[in-house]
């Protein structure tokens, strides 16, 4: 595309230029006011305005009339060029959009506003909380109970319905995700294929059914046995020869609640490559230590060390001050010791992790994955020294901790030192802590000395001067295949005797058969005092904390939610439940409330106490695209409200703002008449067309409506709507019919929205000339679309980039980089502008925010805007201009104008296209670094902000300019430096590219000038309790989740 602006003595012309048609524009200055217009086409025939593909109205020539718009709106001006741009820009979001038009219909309508009461809102939230927690566990109690009734009398039997068969289901559950038959239940686990075990009977299975009836959004429930057998309803099909109950977290923390920390040391001397059945010894080893894992919850901690080859891990969560002043949560990566007659550490010395040498990691899901994978690569070579290994063990344990100490040993064969000396040894490292360390010994196969490992267990040679010995045990393992269930029911060990009677709520976790983050309410099961198993059922974190996800009276208040060891459940800052897909990373509370006076909130939390705190605390709001944008920061005086959740430990914080004001909106009636939901899918009237590939309507806009307008939001996410669900959205909305799906205010704003409807239908022609969406989103879910098309039903629009970039820039005009349009327009970019409370007199910028409105047009409409505003742009003896975003990505380019792949133009930051130009203005602190902390990805990430005080800034070979009431930079550039770019593409776990510099890892404190706009460092990663040397000051934390998404 070619863009010409000619000036005559008489009449200015604009030649605008593409492949599809050729228009030239003569006015008139001298009677600009009725500027007489001809338009002419390269081939003289007649332009036809618009033209119908399958019913959408669309331009043949777009851009069209946008060019002739802008053009007029500035052909008379003599301001300066920054100035005009921000006229055009100011005109198109006002009269092609209408944001001021709709600001004017919201200070007409009514808003009531009320004082926010931290309190009142705490109790809400609280009881709504503790309600879906004794649900749940009522369901767990009422399972346990039948179970324990008639155990007794269950008989052994091996016919039973297995769930390796095909579901008796026409349709897939929506609350399980898949094909379920809600009138059986299913058996699996290695106890089935025994001669004989007990199973629930029918009785058990009624209960079951009766507890899904009551509670419809309950997921999963089961009973794991001792014997090895899962008994699942509702009946689902899994065919897996694996899945072991008894190694399950959800089983061993409902069986030994208490927290352990356990060391694994396994033999990996030569003799471990000696094959049993044909599978290697090491191989054999190597599972066993896995399930032992496997078996741990996130509350215990472990370490593994090994004979010959040590491993270790410590991947330990903590909270920690991030340089004296802020908190996060740390992550550390392994060491390995490989060792004869002695154990040496990879991290006993110079390492670049900077780790201590022993150290114990929480067992995450995370953790667990990590250390797999490590043990998995072991190999097996060398003699067996027992001192060293179970003296490194004894390193990891510290005096004075009231947990559980294990040390599992695991060898194959006698030690290569003498017996006498590791006995000795044991009972000197054991006696300083207090004889606390119990060790459980595994001898495998039959070259193994008993003797020696019987004494080790019972320790037969401790200091009875430092107290009572934990006995031990020690287990023959003569047959290797049974190596796995031996070692990995360790925690046998540490039944407690008596009934324990207290619910178990599982740390939540990534589930594998599509359910999403869910956690388990359990309760052991008991026949004669004996543990006989344990009883389970699922619940969906989404639907368990919709209350705190979706909670936001106003645009300043949320709320947190912690378990008994200050881990977050949930927080705005993290990722919505329903939105992760692998197992979660667990956050303590101050890696996201950084502010010193959190810490003694917390301690009042994990105390079980009620509270209330009033201190200046940061707040971090994304502005934007958090992965390429960052986030900015301030200091609020807020509110912390905080009381402990029943029945269990879990304990809520709300928190608001100093004098926070609520605003409502009240609306008697719907005046418009009329309601158009997004599934038009589910509508038989509407007038459907095909638009960019999408079913739309341009007779009107769309609604729809977020999880967040629903009082039951979690129901809206899984559940699929119906065309008798669409009349009933439309019998409230149009009717104004009660409904008890809705939360209030809903109806007001949905009412409210109908005026977008007025603001563009009388310009529909022109306004898909340049654009190709128009919409407006409300705080309180209502999310209106024009043209009409189908959404996602868990859209959000709050959630969004586009809004959260209004939302950063309240008062301005935000634009995003160019994207990819999700129903194939191509290349577009997104304006938006937030919409406040209604206000008499005029509004400030501490007006509430109540919405937001947005419009996606064709990125090469831009360059129209620039170069009508900036002559200079298409003067011959400058090289061209490019506009960038405050992050310093480039949203347009005269290099784009032909570009023959649009997807060339996505994600581009200046540093990477105009190197030179970067330099310059890092350099004179126009471009200045902003970092933080990607809990997900555990990176320190870097971000940049470009800010001007001054309008315009010249430099050697360019000038930028500062386009007021935006987030633009607009650079004319004279001429080009030869610098070149070092960035390359890259690829992160998260599945997502951009460009990303990496500028000396080793020496990451040295800010080179000409890196690129996005990028990590892994100098941090995994570290130790230690300091991570050379890490710079970070602005702020926060935790950011997931890829680039769409606009």
Same mark, same amino acid.
């Not at 524009?25 to 025939?45: M, Y």
């Not at 430990?649 to 004001?661: A, G, H, M, P």
């Not at 709050?798 to 349009?821: C, H, M, N, V």
């Not at 300091?1027 to 606009?1047: K, L, R, T, V, W």
């Given at each position: ?171 897939? =559950? ?11 239940? +299913? ?51 899994? +065919? ?34 000696? $094959? ?40 330990? *969560? ?10 996060? !949560? ?53 003699? !067996? ?149 344990? $009883? ?130 009240? /609306? ?26 999408? !079913? ?53 704003? /949905? ?23 128009? *919409? ?5 879910? /209502?999310?209106?679309?024009?043209p009409g098309t189908r959404l996602n039903q868990e859209y959000d629009a709050t959630k969004r980039p586009w809004y959260k970039r209004a939302l950063a820039q309240k008062g301005r005009i935000a634009f995003s980089i160019p994207y990819e349009d999700a129903f194939g327009a191509g290349a577009v970019i997104t304006m938006s502008k ?38 200079? +742009? ?51 602190? /126009?471009?200045?670094? $902003? ?17 001007m005080q001054n309008t315009t800034l010249s430099f050697r070979n360019f000038v930028i300019y500062n386009i007021r009431e935006t987030n633009l930079f607009v650079v004319v550039l004279r001429s080009r430096s030869e610098e070149t770019s070092d960035c390359h593409m890259t690829s992160l776990q998260s599945g997502f590219s951009m ?28 570290? +130790? ?17 997931? =890829?680039?998404?769409? *606009?």
């Amino acid at each position: 595309m070619l863009f010409k602006h000619v000036q005559h003595d008489s009449v200015q012309s604009l030649l605008f230029n593409d492949s599809h048609c050729m228009f030239i524009w003569f006015v008139s200055p001298q009677d600009s006011g009725t500027a007489r217009i001809n338009i002419g086409r390269d081939d003289e025939k007649e332009i036809i305005a618009s033209h119908k593909t399958q019913g959408c109205m669309m331009m043949p020539c777009h851009n069209a009339l946008l060019l002739l718009a802008m053009f007029l709106a500035s052909s008379s001006s003599s301001d300066e060029p920054e100035s005009v741009l921000t006229g055009i820009l100011e005109n198109f979001v006002n009269e092609r959009l209408g944001v001021q038009k709709m600001q004017d219909h919201l200070d007409r309508s009514i808003f009531d506003t009320s004082p926010v009461v931290p309190q009142h809102l705490l109790n809400t939230l609280a009881e709504s909380l503790s309600k879906k927690f004794s649900e749940r566990v009522a369901v767990a109690k009422r399972l346990r109970d039948k179970v324990e009734q008639v155990w007794g009398s269950l008989p052994r039997t091996t016919s039973i319905q297995k769930c390796c068969s095909n579901v008796n289901a026409k349709e897939i =559950g929506s609350n399980f995700q898949q094909q379920v038959d809600r009138e059986q239940a +299913c058996n699996h686990g290695p106890g089935i294929n025994t001669n004989s075990s007990k199973y629930p009977n029918k009785s058990i299975v009624d209960v079951m059914k009766e507890n899904l009836y009551q509670y419809p959004s309950i997921k999963f429930q089961y009973v794991g046995t001792e014997e090895g057998v899962t008994t699942v309803f509702p009946k689902f099909k899994i +065919c897996s020869s694996t899945y072991d109950p008894r190694f399950r977290p959800w089983y061993v923390e409902a069986a030994t609640p208490e927290p352990k920390d356990v060391v694994v040391v396994i033999d990996v001397s030569g003799s471990m490559n000696a $094959t049993y059945k044909g599978t290697k010894l090491m191989k054999i080893a190597q599972e066993a230590a896995n399930t032992v894992i496997t078996t741990l919850n996130p509350n215990d901690r472990s370490a593994r060390i090994l004979t010959n080859f040590y491993l270790f891990i410590n991947i330990t *969560y903590i909270t920690r001050g991030m340089l004296s002043k802020m908190s996060f !949560t740390k992550t550390q990566i392994i060491g390995v010791v490989s060792f004869s007659d002695k154990a040496y550490s990879a991290t006993g010395s110079a390492n670049q992790i900077k780790c201590r040498k022993t150290e114990l990691a929480l067992a995450t899901p995370h953790n667990k994955k990590y250390l797999k994978s490590l043990i998995n690569g072991l190999y097996a070579e060398g003699e !067996t020294y027992y001192k060293a290994a179970l003296s490194l063990a004894f390193d990891f344990f510290s005096k004075g901790n009231a947990r559980e100490k294990v040390i599992l040993f695991l060898t194959d064969g006698q030690p290569t030192d003498e017996r006498t000396i590791v006995l000795s040894m044991i009972s000197q490292r054991n006696a300083v802590l207090g004889n606390s360390v119990a060790i459980l010994t595994y001898g495998l196969g039959e070259l193994v000395d008993d003797e020696i490992l019987t004494k080790i267990a019972q320790q037969s040679s401790y200091n009875a001067s430092a107290g009572e010995i934990k006995e031990g045990v020690y287990t023959r393992v003569s047959n290797p295949s049974n190596l796995r269930f031996e070692m990995a029911s360790f925690y046998n060990f540490f039944g407690i005797s008596g009934r324990l009677t207290n619910p178990i709520f599982t740390v939540p976790y990534f589930d594998a058969f599509g359910l999403g983050l869910i956690s388990s309410v359990c309760m052991p099961f008991y026949y004669q005092s004996n543990l006989k198993g344990v $009883t389970c059922v699922d619940i969906s974190m989404s639907d368990l904390l919709s209350d705190v996800a979706f909670f936001g009276r106003t645009d300043s208040s949320y709320a947190f939610i912690i378990d008994s060891v200050g881990r977050l459940l949930m927080h705005p800052l993290l990722p919505s439940p329903q939105s992760i897909t692998d197992d979660p990373i667990f956050l303590q509370v101050t890696s996201l409330e950084t502010s010193p006076p959190v810490e003694q909130v917390l301690k009042s939390m994990l105390a079980g106490e009620s509270g209330k705190r009033l201190f200046k605390s940061l707040r971090v709001v994304s502005r934007g695209d958090s992965i390429l944008e960052g986030s900015r920061y301030s200091n609020v005086k807020s509110v912390y409200s905080w009381k402990q959740i029943m029945p269990n430990n879990f304990s809520l914080c709300v928190v608001t703002v100093e004098s926070d004001i609520e605003t409502t909106l009240s /609306v008697k009636s719907n005046q418009y008449q009329t309601f158009l939901y997004h599934r038009l899918d589910l509508e038989k009237d509407s007038d459907k067309c095909e638009y960019f590939g999408a !079913t739309a309507t341009t007779a009107e806009s769309a609604v729809l409506l977020s999880p967040i307008a629903f009082e039951k939001p979690y129901l809206q996410i899984i559940r699929k709507e119906t065309v008798q669900d669409v009349k009933q959205y439309k019998s409230h909305f149009e009717n104004g019919v009660s409904s008890s799906k809705f939360k209030e205010f809903v109806y007001d704003y /949905v009412v409210l929205s109908a005026y977008l409807d007025e603001l563009v239908l009388d310009q529909a022609h022109e306004l898909l000339d340049s654009a190709v969406w128009a *919409y407006v989103g409300f705080n309180v879910g /209502v999310f209106r679309l024009y043209p009409g098309t189908r959404l996602n039903q868990e859209y959000d629009a709050t959630k969004r980039p586009w809004y959260k970039r209004a939302l950063a820039q309240k008062g301005r005009i935000a634009f995003s980089i160019p994207y990819e349009d999700a129903f194939g327009a191509g290349a577009v970019i997104t304006m938006s502008k937030t919409i406040l409370a209604s206000r008499s007199g005029g509004h400030v910028n501490t007006d509430p925010v109540v919405g937001a409105m947005g419009l996606d047009f064709k990125m090469d409409a831009f360059y129209v805007f620039l170069t009508d505003a900036f002559p200079a +742009c298409l003067d011959s003896s400058n090289v061209g201009c490019f506009i960038i975003d405050d992050a310093g990505f480039v949203i347009m380019h005269h290099d784009w104008l032909n570009l023959k792949n649009r997807q060339d133009a996505y994600n581009i930051h200046i540093s990477q296209k105009e190197p030179g130009v970067a330099r310059t203005l890092i350099e004179n602190k /126009v471009m200045i670094q $902003t970092g933080c902390i990607n809990h997900e990805q555990l990176l320190h990430q870097y971000t940049w902000l470009v800010s001007m005080q001054n309008t315009t800034l010249s430099f050697r070979n360019f000038v930028i300019y500062n386009i007021r009431e935006t987030n633009l930079f607009v650079v004319v550039l004279r001429s080009r430096s030869e610098e070149t770019s070092d960035c390359h593409m890259t690829s992160l776990q998260s599945g997502f590219s951009m460009f990303v510099g990496w500028p000396s890892v080793l020496e990451y404190h040295v800010f080179p000038v000409s890196q690129c706009g996005i990028w990590f460092i892994f100098c941090c990663d995994f570290e +130790c309790d230690t300091d991570c040397n050379g890490c710079p000051h970070f602005d702020f934390i926060i935790s950011i989740f997931g =890829g680039i998404a769409s *606009y």
